[in-house]
């Protein structure tokens, strides 16, 4: 008798642990993944290289102006500065300093924030842009 007790002690407390400790490990893999999605939100610049390559490339660089202007410096420069590219009035006019804020208002909906602008395209997921411009931050600087 006395010796089932114990046994069914035994038992029940080595289930406690077990339960105890899946709890912990589903935990930890939760905090994990709430990190990583806070890694994704900031931008993830190797993604951000590929979309720019299929995206961007076919008109801009960041050294040589093309079809768009050369984009070195961007970030932290007025609207319509690269030297030598011909921009559209409305850029040339424009006061927007290009910023994380003001760049990804401009690959969602470049028509909204400068009218008149001639870039015809978007970038409408906002991931996307996130990984462009984590990407871009990188490759463009000074
Ligand atoms: C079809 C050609 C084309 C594509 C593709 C394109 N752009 Fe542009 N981009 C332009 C043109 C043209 C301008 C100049 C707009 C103006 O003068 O109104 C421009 C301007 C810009 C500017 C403003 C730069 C400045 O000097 O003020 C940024 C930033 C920019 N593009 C980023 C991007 C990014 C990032 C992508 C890819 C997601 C992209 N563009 C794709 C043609 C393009």
New binding site residues.
């Given amino acids: 008798m006395t010796c089932n007790a114990k046994t069914k002690a035994v038992a029940l407390t080595t289930t406690f642990a077990r339960t105890f400790a899946r709890i912990i490990a589903s935990t930890f893999a939760s905090v994990l993944m709430a990190f990583s999605g806070l890694a994704s939100a900031a931008g993830d610049a190797d993604r951000g290289k590929l ?2 390559q299929q ?6 660089s960041v050294d040589y102006n ?6 070195k410096g ?1 970030f932290g ?6 030297p030598g ?4 009035d ?3 006019a ?1 006061t ?1 300093v ?1 910023s994380d804020k003001t ?1 990804n208002q ?2 969602a909906d ?1 028509q909204k924030l ?1 009218p ?8 409408p997921d906002a991931k ?2 996130g990984d ?2 984590a990407y ?1 931050k990188k490759a463009a600087a000074p």
């Fill in positions: 979309l720019y995206r961007c490339a076919a008109c801009h093309g079809v768009g202007p050369a984009q961007v420069s007025t609207a319509g500065k690269a590219y011909v921009y559209s409305a850029l040339k424009s927007v290009w760049l401009w690959l470049p400068i008149g602008q001639k870039m015809g395209l978007s970038v996307e842009r462009i411009l871009l």
